[in-house]
């Protein structure tokens, strides 16, 4: 049982990641229910930018939390 995973984007373009976003949330475990995102701000924010517009039908929602080199995605069930 993985009910959390984590992906992270460091050193990818904006259209590498998006790529990699949909991969990765196409082939994880049914199991998981929360995905961690890892895409930086201190270099950028254009990773961060797209990771928080990004649209996916798995997605119930977003969690922008006190780090902002991350984003939570919660998927649904």
Sequence with gaps: MSYFSEIDLHG????????????????MPKDVREV???????GGIALR?????YKNPKIEKKILGMNQGSTVFVIKS
């Design 12 to 27: 990818l373009t904006a259209e590498q990641a998006r790529k990699k976003l949909d991969d990765f949330l196409r082939t």
């Design 36 to 42: 961690t995102v890892i895409h930086g701000y201190r």
């Design 49 to 53: 930018d797209m990771v928080r517009r």
